[in-house]
């Protein structure tokens, strides 16, 4: 794609769009930046592909919210409303999203991975909302997307990491996610645009 981006790493090969959020440093932890550059991928992706993966760089998925950003930005409100558009634009793109998760996803990456359409999980992750450790609420649309997707009742006594295993679509080991995700994303992209794998 004809742009540089500061945060991800964006490209198109054949019928799939791949977002990598690249951040590795970091844990590819969410600022103002990569949730507005992760609206624009998809906007663009959307128009270009017919499955978008979204996945992390290094050895983590994404660990949430960057905390050091938080503190000291004042423009957090900004930051919430522009992760609600970055979530919003991935979980109402006409086109399937999947997300192929490792390592930590916790918090905003736990939301991250219910606004996606398929979510492959490896068996090295760690999937939890961390949000009421540090006083702080599931700014991106967890509490309402979780409960919609496993029901109320599941969602509520579970916690977490039960309630990520019963949104998770596959659970493979690490050494086989890329090729599972591979294998996934390649079905999705072929099937007939009136299937209801394509939106």
């Given at each position: 794609m004809n742009r540089e981006w500061q945060t991800l790493k964006v490209w198109v090969d054949g019928k799939v769009g791949h977002v990598l959020l690249n951040r590795p440093q970091v844990l590819n932890a969410l600022n103002y930046t990569v949730v507005l550059e992760?609206?624009?991928?998809?906007?663009?992706?959307?128009?270009?592909a017919r499955v978008i993966l979204?996945?992390?760089?290094g050895d983590h998925f994404c660990a949430g919210a960057d905390l050091r950003y938080?503190?000291?930005t004042d423009k957090l409100r900004e930051l919430i409303e522009q992760i609600n558009r970055a979530f919003f634009a991935i979980e109402r793109a006409p086109i399937p999203v999947v997300a192929a998760v490792h390592g930590?996803?916790?918090?905003?990456?736990?939301?991250?991975?219910?606004a996606c359409d398929v979510v492959i999980v490896a068996d090295n992750a760690t999937i939890g909302d961390q949000h009421s450790n540090f006083g702080l609420i599931p700014g991106g649309g967890g509490s309402q997307r979780l409960p919609r997707l496993i029901g109320r009742q599941r969602a509520l006594p579970s916690?977490?990491?039960?309630?990520?295993?019963?949104?998770t679509n596959s659970n493979v080991c690490?050494?086989?996610?890329?090729?599972?995700?591979?294998?996934?994303?390649?079905?999705?992209?072929?099937?007939?645009?009136?299937?209801?794998?394509?939106?």
């Open positions: 992760l609206e624009q991928a998809v906007r663009e992706l959307e128009t270009r979204i996945e992390g760089a938080v503190a000291e930590y996803a916790l918090a905003g990456g736990f939301e991250l991975m219910q916690g977490p990491s039960e309630a990520s295993c019963r949104m690490c050494a086989s996610l890329f090729s599972a995700v591979k294998t996934v994303s390649a079905w999705l992209a072929s099937a007939p645009s009136n299937s209801p794998n394509s939106r």
